[in-house]
């Protein structure tokens, strides 16, 4: 295919999808360190599920909460729904302050998600990043050189794998493609409130290890962390069970190890931003640089005629 053809393909793309790339790359930048921060809030003193449950009927009583996130390392308890509240578990008291990694962590997967409230910007973002990737894949090996265009060509290539992975997975939470080992526990009896889905979890987990406990996808389920993996568990009247893993979720959001993967998707996201950039900043050189090369073209075209 023609090169030329296939490198004004990859600017036009890279220039109309400049802004949201760089809006869901940062975002995503951001959402790398999430497991690392999760991992170093379990743990801690330990939690019990009867003084949780005492809290969420002190403060939730019309039951309006949705979910409940802990903060084991700190001893703080969010509850989200009907107007965010964060607890010190310590004193039962409304905590003066509340997680500022929380509060930009949440921030950063709702921009992450839904640029500008629009599910599909960012679905139609990642489609147009991996049309880059095969473009460039198309336009053939590079030539290593200490120049822009060498390290933008340098990073492409030695940073494929992540660089294609992440896109992919994105992809797939869009199109709700799980690739799960087996199937999700059918849902049954009558749904459970929060205080009885603490009690349940309670009886098979330490408290101080689980992350959030909550509605997600119409059923409830408890996040909690075992070996370094974010693991998911539907909690209903038959008890607790384990969910088949969302690898494509695992492996994009950094949770099937968050002391490797975490770091890897720092290092994906340093490399995406590094190609966005490098190559912005090669067309606005070559942009700038056209009429300077026009003018002084003229100008000795003009020298050459009087002489």
């Known amino acids: 295919m023609n090169k030329h053809l296939l490198l004004t393909l990859h600017r036009w793309i890279t220039l109309v999808f400049a802004f949201p790339l760089i809006a869901i790359i940062a975002t995503g930048f951001i959402l790398s360190f999430e497991p690392l921060a999760q991992i170093g809030a379990v743990g801690g003193p330990p939690i019990e599920a009867t003084h949780i449950a005492e809290l969420v009927k002190r403060y939730d009583p019309d039951g309006k909460a949705r979910e409940l996130s802990i903060n084991a390392a700190v001893q703080l308890m969010t509850l989200q729904g009907a107007g965010a509240q964060t607890i010190d578990l310590a004193t039962g008291e409304p905590a003066a302050t509340g997680s500022r990694f929380s509060d930009l962590f949440m921030w950063a997967r709702v921009t992450h998600e839904r640029l500008l409230g629009q599910a599909w910007l960012v679905t139609s973002s990642t489609v147009a990043m991996i049309i880059l990737m095969v473009l460039g894949i198309l336009m053939g090996w590079p030539r290593l050189r200490n120049t822009l265009s060498g390290w933008h060509k340098g990073t492409a290539w030695f940073a494929l794998p992540l660089?294609?992975?992440?896109?992919?997975?994105?992809?797939?939470?869009?199109?709700?493609?799980?690739?799960?080992?087996?199937?999700?526990?059918?849902?049954?009896?009558?749904?459970?409130?929060?205080?009885?889905?603490?009690?349940?979890?309670?009886?098979?987990?330490?408290?101080?290890?689980?992350?959030?406990?909550?509605?997600?996808?119409?059923?409830?389920?408890?996040?909690?962390?075992?070996?370094?993996?974010?693991?998911?568990?539907?909690?209903?009247?038959?008890?607790?069970?384990?969910?088949?893993?969302?690898?494509?979720?695992?492996?994009?959001?950094?949770?099937?190890?968050?002391?490797?993967?975490?770091?890897?998707?720092?290092?994906?996201?340093?490399?995406?931003?590094?190609?966005?950039?490098?190559?912005?900043?090669?067309?606005?050189?070559?942009?700038?640089?056209?009429?300077?090369?026009?003018?002084?073209?003229?100008?000795?075209?003009?020298?050459?005629?009087?002489?």
């Open 163 to 307: 660089i294609l992975l992440s896109p992919l997975t994105g992809l797939c939470l869009a199109f709700g493609l799980t690739f799960q080992s087996g199937f999700a526990p059918a849902g049954g009896g009558r749904p459970l409130s929060l205080p009885e889905a603490f009690a349940m979890v309670a009886t098979s987990h330490d408290f101080s290890h689980v992350i959030s406990i909550g509605v997600r996808g119409g059923r409830m389920m408890a996040r909690v962390y075992e070996g370094g993996e974010l693991r998911a568990y539907a909690v209903g009247s038959s008890g607790v069970t384990p969910l088949p893993r969302n690898w494509p979720r695992l492996i994009h959001e950094g949770n099937w190890s968050a002391l490797i993967a975490s770091p890897l998707n720092v290092v994906t996201s340093l490399a995406l931003l590094t190609l966005l950039s490098t190559g912005l900043l090669i067309w606005a050189r070559r942009k700038l640089r056209k009429p300077r090369s026009r003018a002084d073209g003229r100008a000795d075209t003009s020298v050459a005629k009087a002489a």
